[in-house]
């Protein structure tokens, strides 16, 4: 375990929540990072620090009330709070309105700029996955939230011929690292009404921030020439899936490299198609693609087409695509597990900010994790994220320390016990068939519709004249 600080300096201003952040990021750059410009006022309490932490609390947390959120840190973070009378005194009030305020006074601006730099470093931290390259899998995702008017302002609800849903619905464009599974800051827009982004533009935004000479995976939604093309101007290697209906109209053009049994690989130059130019008019007339085209069949008997610029055998293209399912699993653990689909706030900038505090939790635990699966010489994706989150609440977030010994200590027990939350290896994937998690209601009361008045009474009307 990397020193946080010299002892003496350690034990003077001990704080487990700061101590638990920089063990977490591991880097001294980021230090500077946690001390965030402080008020001025004596008697502010909730300063950017603790306010922050309570931010990734209530996702580490599941979902927390304000409430609930308060109480935590009074409970178990008390040494968060700044040297103020009211604290020393213990008299510092267990009510929200406190840090509700300094929610919503904390620059949302601030709060990205921390998560993606943390985002960014935990990473880097990464072994390369596939020739000497770290590789970022990409997928899409909706999101709801509470229906107030702002929200559904923000992110209007779907439509149907009955009329509008109850649900304002975001769309997330994500990537998470292949190793760790660590997840960059998603793209977000709206799913419906004027200001709508499609799923490629969002998409496009996304490989603009991948790190340098990363590779990107994505399954048949992004095999499609324009996106294709993004990836080439940014020099970001990558390897799609492609429709059934795709992969043979492009393969007309393609030559014949090698030939399996019924495995074949294809050298392509990719033109875009007149379809292709006409939703991207943008396109330079130049624009073409040197790609290479594998069309495999697995054991189970389905088949699989791949479109990639990297020159590597069907063999090893199949077997890098196949971790693309593993995105899957890692949207799972944002959204279900960690209940970030279940965000309580009523506004834009407050949802916005505890969506950067569900990535921000997320990444920590996911950076716990990896820590605790170098102590058994496991890749982290063996352990279950659950069971690590589940060890990260209990045996870090609520265990009172009271000193640096005490917490190098309580650290070190709490990563031999999510070392031991290692996943079944079964010798075939499980035979009962996907289905979705029943999703439970966000919220059981709604406003009553207004009455309506009460007919008139049956009789002879009055003569107006």
């Known amino acids: 375990m990397p020193e946080i600080d010299s002892e003496s300096s350690t034990q003077a201003k001990f704080s487990k929540a700061t101590a638990l952040l920089k ?83 904390l620059a949302l601006a601030r709060i990205q700029a921390f998560s993606t730099a943390v985002s960014n470093h935990l990473a880097s931290l990464s072994p390369p996955a596939f020739l000497d390259r770290q590789v970022h899998i990409i997928d899409g995702t909706t999101i709801t939230f509470r229906p107030t008017p702002e929200l559904k302002k923000r992110f209007p609800p779907a439509t149907n011929q009955h009329g509008e849903s109850v649900w304002p619905v975001a769309y997330l464009a994500v990537t998470h690292e292949l190793r760790s599974g ?29 790190p340098p000479n990363s590779i990107l995976l994505a399954d048949s939604a992004y095999g499609i020439f324009s996106f294709a093309y993004h990836c080439v101007q940014r020099k970001t290697p990558f390897l799609f899936r492609l429709t059934q209906q795709r992969f043979k109209a492009l393969v007309k053009s393609a030559n014949l490299v090698e030939q399996s049994g019924e495995n074949r690989t294809y050298h392509l130059v990719w033109n875009p198609s007149r379809k292709d130019r ?19 069949y697995l054991p189970n008997g389905n088949d699989i087409n791949l479109v990639t610029t990297l020159e590597v055998d069907l063999a090893s293209a199949v077997n890098l695509y196949q971790e693309r399912y593993k995105v899957e699993f890692d949207i799972r653990d944002l959204k279900v597990t960690m209940a970030t689909e279940k965000i309580l706030a009523k506004s834009y900038d407050t949802v916005m900010k505890e969506l950067l505090g569900s990535v921000l939790a997320y990444n920590l635990v996911v950076q716990f994790r990896r820590q605790a699966a170098t102590r058994v010489n496991l890749q982290p994706r063996e352990l279950s994220f659950q069971g690590v989150w589940t060890t990260f609440q209990y045996f870090l977030l609520q265990r009172d320390v009271m000193s640096y010994q005490q917490w190098v200590a309580t650290y070190e027990d709490a990563l031999k016990m999510a070392s031991r939350r290692k996943l079944p290896q079964r010798k075939s994937p499980r035979s009962s068939p996907r289905v979705a998690h029943q999703r439970s209601p966000k919220s059981a009361s709604f406003k009553p519709t207004s009455k309506k008045k009460k007919a008139e009474p049956s009789g002879e009307k009055e003569d107006s004249s």
């Not at 660590?182 to 991948?210: F, H, I, N, T």
Request: charged share 25%; proline share 6%; hydrophobic share 40%.
């Open 23 to 105: 063990q977490l990021l591991e880097v001294p750059s980021l230090r500077a990072v946690l001390e965030l410009d402080e008020c001025s006022n004596a008697a502010q309490v909730y300063t950017h620090l603790p306010t922050l932490w309570l931010l990734v609390v209530q996702r580490l947390g599941g979902g927390l009330t304000l409430d609930q959120a308060v109480c935590e840190l009074l409970r178990h973070h008390r040494d968060l709070l700044p040297n103020n009378k009211r604290v020393r005194e213990g008299k510092l009030s267990e009510n929200n309105s406190g840090y509700s305020r300094s929610r919503q006074n």
């Open 182 to 210: 660590c997840a960059a800051v998603p793209q977000v827009a709206p799913m419906y009404g004027p200001e709508k982004r499609s799923e490629l533009s969002l998409a496009k935004d996304a490989v603009d921030l991948l």
């Open 278 to 296: 006409k939703k991207n008019p943008t396109l330079p007339e130049a624009a073409k693609i040197e790609v290479f085209l594998h069309q495999a």
